[in-house]
């Protein structure tokens, strides 16, 4: 368990819908970053907040929004689904100090039908 | 430009035997690199990294090459098990500015044949 909770795991959703994916990050860390991963494909990052904010940006599609509250907690917001979307979604977090080794969560499958 | 890439995308070995998984990258300014595990339906797990002023590193059973004259990056797997069946991905990490950014590569799939 690498202590980093998201929810749901698995989602099915129609295309045009919107859906909201949550990450809980590891108690201490302030960062927390989305990653996309489709079929035959790597990690793609998509964005990383530090202590609330924005710090990083990756191959985010202007259809996605994320944001991190105040408790630390962050959302991946999709809306527009288009068949392509349906991908694992990953969250991870690192901690403020140290080398930069992130730890992920399980995932949230999103199949978009 | 900016890219880590993998040589092999799937490694088949026999229980028992070493496993290599390499990766290659392009960035002159990664000033450390990490390998990831992800096994079926889970999250990409740390395993081992490395920092750029080293050439190899041990851990239990794994053991990361660096050769930055070819931006050469291995992992390497002794006395591979089922366990280890998974999917090994590379990273490597570029500070920019107040930063840190980390590029993935691939992935490489490895099978361990009982």
């Known amino acids: 368990d690498s202590g980093v909770t998201q929810t749901p795991k698995h989602l099915i959703t129609a295309t045009g819908q919107r859906v909201t994916l949550r990450c809980s990050p590891r108690s201490g860390d302030l960062s927390v970053y989305w990653y996309q991963q489709s079929l035959d494909q790597g990690l793609q990052f998509l964005i990383q907040y530090y202590n609330g904010e924005e710090r990083a940006k990756g191959n985010i599609l202007e259809r996605f929004s994320a944001q991190q509250f105040p408790d630390l907690h962050s959302e991946l917001n999709l809306s527009s689904l288009e068949l392509g979307d349906s991908a694992l979604y990953f969250c991870?977090?690192?901690?403020?100090?140290?080398?930069?080794?992130?730890?992920f969560g399980e995932g949230s499958r999103l199949t978009v039908l | 430009g900016e890219s880590v890439g993998l040589h092999l995308p799937t490694l088949s070995v026999q229980e028992g035997d070493n496993s290599i998984i390499n990766c290659a990258y392009s960035n002159s300014a990664s000033d450390y690199f990490i390998w990831y595990k992800q096994e079926s339906g889970k999250g990409p797990q740390f395993i081992i990294d490395?920092?750029?002023n080293m050439d190899k590193r041990q851990g239990q059973r794994v053991t990361v090459l660096l050769n930055k004259t070819v931006k050469h990056l291995s992992l390497q797997i002794a006395a591979t098990q089922p366990g280890d069946s998974a999917v090994y991905f590379c990273a490597e990490n570029i500070n920019a500015g107040n930063n840190r950014k980390l590029i993935w590569g691939l992935g490489t799939s490895l099978a361990v044949n009982p």
């Open positions: 991870a977090s690192s901690p403020p100090v140290g080398t930069g080794e992130l730890f």
């Open positions: 490395i920092r750029s």
